[in-house]
């Protein structure tokens, strides 16, 4: 029997976690009332160092409610937030689902032209938007169903002294933080209108809304091929499976007081189910960041230390760093959960150092809320996977050509996914959903391997695999290889195209302070570790890579800088590293078969990434894949 038929992941649970989490018929508004009716005057925010207790967040949700039901608001409808980490925020999430309707979350720093056919697409008539977004996307009242912007001052939630400080005092370093942190909206309606008793009263008289597990609670957008974005509706039911299985998964979360530290955005899937889902469930104070500046970090992580920190590797390994350098113990870390990118071992180690806690990497999607697989927190993880299935979840590698067709136990294929944390689907998307699901599993377009004792690796998204020479070349294999170069800060392997349609494997590398690019001196360490095929031709300097507000490298971006710096002729570093591969020895060649899962006889012309990701039935270019990061 193969480790999927056998569940085999299961022996690597910790002991404290059970095989499958009993979810109940719980909706995010019960378990934050339940959570409301335990620790009422325990904090729930901390802001700058101004602290709400639930008992005060839940008067302003109640009073943000009503106004937003005098704006129209009504069970079903949709309402845009469009902010970064704030109080706000948060009050508006639960005020929206508060009147049974969906929130609809956005990153502010989006362009009208980039958000407007989202707008579109979800009809929200009323969006909650911090003032400083307010200039570039009021416009999307012209055009899309947008009428009520009701404009968030983040300053007014912070601490009086700091708030007349930043609107007062005429210094030019405090003038510079206000322009970072509000700007001018007119044509709006001030939030701290809409909680006053003139617009909606106190909301003493709201009734219970008429909802359940499959009601949509957010929705996110992910990218697609043709640029058209896709609006994943997730649950009640998605988000009590995740709050309550990561409590699971976490050795007695909640059971002493827990603070999160918020930095990773709150419109993306991760920041939303692990900073304020999971706060809420365990009754929390979430110490929110509007963004991951390091001195706010550093200041939040005095003033404010956490017990809980999700987040990605390079957010780890800044603040182990900078804590290495200093001498800091941060020692009231317990937990903290990674995901967006691969994971070093040296970045777990340095970590765990200066915390004493756990940090384990899991990986998910924006339409599985986000986490799919996780490493167990009993000190079990294993470096280069992404874990185990997380309870109440079935996880299938498949043949992508025939995704009814399971793999062998150690074999690439497609993964696929069904439990209670995958999305009802896309909205307004019949035909997407239709190529999204196969026999009740969710497609994820991501190439992985499943061991014989069920633990899970991934190799590459199907669309950025490249071909070369006939093979398939997983860009993850060749990274973590590359990432344990003394002189590679980080990396992305991407395509080179080639006039032939075919690709050539190359890297775009950022290097460690001091390092000079070696071109020959990598390729020599690459070929010790790697079958010729894979050894990247080429590495090019790059002093950044292109990532998202969660730290994810974005390869396909990267790629296309790539092109773009090539077009310009600026593109010479490394170049002195080109050459002819050697030619794979018939071993090589039958190794890349049995791993790519087919023969060098299918005509490389026919295994366009575009063609594999067309005959999986997937799109191509769907975001939110790796290693719980999402495109939003």
């Known amino acids: 029997m193969s480790a999927f038929e056998e569940k085999a992941w299961l022996s690597s649970y910790a002991e404290w976690t059970p095989p499958e989490v009993d979810l109940g018929d719980d909706t995010i ?5 339940e959570t409301l009716s335990k620790r009422s005057y325990k904090n729930a925010m901390w802001f700058f160092g101004r602290t709400i207790t ?24 949709r309402v845009a937030l469009v902010m970064p980490n704030c109080p706000q925020f948060v009050i508006s999430f639960l005020a929206v689902l508060r009147l049974g309707a969906s929130v609809v979350a956005h990153n502010p720093l989006y362009t009208a032209h980039e958000l407007r056919g989202q707008f579109n697409d979800h009809g929200a008539r009323v969006a909650v938007m911090w003032d400083k977004a307010v200039e570039n996307l009021a416009e999307l009242r012209n055009d899309t169903p947008l009428e009520t912007i009701v404009s968030v001052d983040m300053t007014k939630a912070m601490p009086k002294y700091m708030e007349l400080a930043l609107k007062y005092v005429p210094l030019k370093k405090l003038r510079e933080s206000r322009k970072k942190l509000s700007g001018p909206a007119p044509d709006t309606i001030a939030f701290e209108t809409l909680l006053s008793a003139a617009i909606g009263g106190e909301g003493h008289n709201l009734e219970n809304p008429d909802i359940d597990q499959d009601t949509t609670a957010v929705i996110l957008y992910t990218s697609g091929t043709t640029g058209e974005p896709k609006g994943a509706q997730i649950t009640h039911g998605n988000f009590n499976h995740q709050m309550k299985a990561g409590r699971a998964w976490m050795k007695d979360l909640g059971k002493e007081d827990e603070k999160v530290l918020a930095v990773l955005p709150l419109f993306h899937v991760y920041g939303l189910a692990l900073n304020l889902g999971l706060g809420l469930l365990v009754g929390a104070e979430i110490t929110l960041l509007p963004s991951p500046e390091p001195d706010l970090i550093q200041d939040a992580l005095k003033r404010n230390p956490p017990t809980f920190v999700p987040g990605v590797p390079t957010l780890y390994q800044r603040i182990a760093a900078s804590a290495q350098e200093k001498g800091q113990k941060l020692t009231s870390i317990r937990n903290s959960f990674s995901g967006a990118s691969t994971l070093p071992i040296s970045t777990v180690e340095a970590w765990e150092k200066v915390t004493g806690g756990k940090l384990v990497e899991g990986y998910g999607l924006t339409e599985t809320a986000p986490i799919v697989t996780a490493n167990p927190m009993d000190g079990s993880r294993r470096p280069g996977y992404v874990g185990v299935p997380f309870p109440n979840t079935l996880v299938r590698i498949v043949n992508p050509d025939n995704p009814t067709e399971l793999m062998p136990d150690g074999e690439p294929g497609e993964l696929i996914v069904k439990g209670p944390q995958v999305m009802k689907g896309y909205l307004n998307k019949p035909e997407a959903n239709e190529k999204a699901f196969v026999d009740g599993y969710f497609r994820t377009g991501d190439m992985g391997v499943m061991e014989e004792d069920g633990w899970i690796r991934l190799v590459s998204r199907i669309k950025e695999m490249i071909i070369t020479g006939g093979f398939n070349v997983y860009p993850d294999e060749v990274e973590n290889v590359m990432r344990a170069h003394r002189d590679i800060a980080d990396i992305a392997v991407v395509g080179r195209p080639r006039e032939d349609g075919s690709e050539d494997v190359v890297a775009c590398v950022t290097l460690e302070e001091g390092a000079a690019l070696d071109p020959q001196g990598l390729q020599d360490y690459a070929r010790e570790r790697l079958t010729p095929y894979k050894v990247p031709r080429t590495f090019y300097h790059f002093e950044e890579l292109n990532r998202d507000m969660t730290g994810k490298i974005r390869r396909r971006e990267v790629q296309q800088s790539l092109i773009d710096r090539l077009n310009a002729g600026t593109a010479a570093d490394g170049e ?3 050459g002819t591969p050697e030619e794979p020895s018939p071993e090589e060649v039958e190794k890349g078969e049995k791993e790519n899962g087919w023969s060098l006889e299918k005509s490389p012309e026919d295994a366009t990434p575009e063609a594999d990701a067309a005959e999986a039935g997937t799109d191509a270019d769907d975001a939110g894949r790796h290693r719980l990061e999402e495109d939003s």
Do not use: I, M, T, W
């Open 29 to 33: 508004l019960d378990l934050y009332e």
């Open 54 to 77: 639930y008992s005060e967040l839940d008067k302003q949700v109640r009073s943000c409610a009503a106004g937003l039901k005098a704006f129209g608001v009504r069970p079903g409808d």
């Open 576 to 578: 002195n590293a080109e």
